[in-house]
């Protein structure tokens, strides 16, 4: 196995494998990543972390760098889909990712899903536009999408809110999964009476049930 992969193995045969990719500004081990790995192999899905080369990088260097231009990105993660084919037991694989990897994911979903080459997509906290930018959106290919695909979202998202999120127009093979007043890394407000841990739970129980809806 790669020492570049973080791999978390169910207890029995994995159902599905799912090649996870982080955000801009974490790495595959940050918290949420370790944690949401944790909870899908709890629930008999095996997860593959990667990191993108701008990340990679700075594990090396302890330099943060700006993430890849999306080319780069983009190569990077097919090489990562044609690894987990190689390397690992057959099993429905679905990509995806949190934020910036998850758009990654979307943007390589159908034409993998065209070959057979994955089963399904699953973004967490999807950049629907940029910080402050909802003029700019990341919705053109999401709106003709034929690949399974899951969104899962906190409803204050700056990112793309609930009320925002309503009006894209998206695709019907996309579902969405709403967390209740999340940001966009899935934190509520104390008011709310939610906590940021059961978000993530909530979170490996939406993408776990979409995934075994979609083994075969």
């Known amino acids: 196995m790669s020492a570049d992969w973080l791999l978390d193995k169910p207890t029995q045969s994995p159902?599905?494998?799912?090649?996870?990719a982080h955000g801009?500004?974490?790495?595959?081990?940050?918290?949420?990543?370790?944690?949401?790995?944790?909870?899908?192999?709890?629930?008999?899905?095996?997860?593959?972390?990667?990191?993108?080369?701008?990340?990679?990088?700075r594990r090396v260097t302890g330099k943060r760098r700006p993430p890849n231009k999306m080319d780069v990105l983009l190569e990077a993660f097919?090489?990562?889909?044609?690894?987990?084919?190689?390397e690992l037991p057959a099993a429905p694989l679905f990509i995806g990712g949190k934020s910036m990897g998850g758009r990654v994911a979307s943007m390589l979903a159908q034409e993998n899903y065209q070959r057979g080459a994955v089963a399904g997509a699953v973004c967490l906290g999807y950049p629907f536009h940029p910080p402050g930018k909802p003029e700019k959106l990341r919705t053109e290919h999401l709106q003709t999408l034929t690949c399974p695909t899951l969104i899962v979202q906190g409803t204050r998202d700056k990112l793309g809110s609930r009320e925002e999120v309503a009006d894209y127009g998206l695709s019907s093979a996309i579902a969405l999964a709403w967390l209740e007043d999340g940001d966009h890394d899935f934190k509520p407000r104390k008011a709310s009476g939610f906590t940021q841990q059961q978000h993530w739970q909530a979170t490996a129980d939406y993408a776990a049930a979409f995934m075994r809806a979609r083994e075969s």
């Open 15 to 20: 159902s599905a494998w799912f090649l996870f």
């Open 78 to 86: 097919q090489v990562h889909i044609a690894r987990v084919a190689e």
């Open 24 to 57: 801009a500004g974490a790495p595959m081990d940050s918290d949420f990543m370790q944690a949401l790995a944790h909870m899908l192999a709890m629930q008999g899905i095996g997860v593959v972390r990667f990191e993108f080369p701008y990340m990679a990088e």
